[in-house]
């Protein structure tokens, strides 16, 4: 008897390659809504902060970090903080250190969470005091003007780091004008201590971890 020849056929293989076919759209899709989701995440920053600003001053016309009355506004009965300068600006950088006498930078948070208009912790000296973004890069905020980080425009400036090139334009795109180089925000790469902006001589790439600065 002649040996009987195994293998596809043309419909087996068809439906074999449409399996596949869909289940490489569902995990682009997937990976797609994953982005998305993060760079959801990283914008809230960016919006919220503002609101933290505006609540403190409607609460206590004074900005948070730079009060100058910040213990009595806050806790009249014991010296749970530190004053600000009471300038008009958010004095420092936004990613100052915690140190002994911390910059406004860093008080901020500790008088915005005492005012209760945002969580974590009010102790300089915890670990966790410093907030992080969705990446784990730090976020801050700072008075904006001339030495404002990438020169971006605007009494404040808000500052997260650790951000991966490839969700920078959609963040930019979601926040402003789409384009890291111009506009209220800007994306640069930060090596040591030096923040160069991006631009095209120091083009984006989607691998390399940015800093994005909102001025407002």
Request: proline share 5%; with cysteine.
């Amino acid at each position: 008897m002649k040996a009987r020849n195994t293998g596809f056929t043309l419909v087996e293989i068809a439906i074999v390659l449409v399996i596949i076919g869909l289940l490489l759209g569902g995990v682009l899709k997937g990976q797609e809504l994953i982005n998305s989701a993060k760079v959801k995440n990283l914008s809230q920053d960016f919006r919220t902060i503002p609101l933290f600003i505006y609540g403190y001053q409607d609460k206590f016309r004074a900005l948070p970090g730079d009060d100058l009355r910040a213990q009595t506004h806050l806790c009249p009965a014991s010296a749970c903080t530190t004053n600000g300068n009471g300038n008009g600006r958010i004095d420092g950088n936004w990613d100052d250190a915690v140190s002994a006498t911390p910059s406004e930078a860093v008080l901020f948070w500790q008088h915005v969470r005492l005012a209760n208009l945002a969580g974590g912790s009010t102790v300089t000296t915890d670990p966790n005091y410093l907030p992080l973004n969705a990446d784990g890069g730090r976020i801050g905020v700072q008075g904006g003007g001339a030495g404002a980080p990438l020169g971006v425009a605007g009494s404040h400036v808000v500052c997260s780091a650790g951000i991966s090139g490839k969700y920078i334009r959609q963040l930019d795109a979601a926040l402003d004008d789409g384009d890291p180089e111009t506009g209220s925000m800007r994306a640069g790469s930060l090596v040591g201590t030096t923040l160069t902006a991006v631009s095209p001589t120091n083009p984006l790439d989607e691998a390399t971890p940015y800093v994005a600065c909102l001025g407002f």
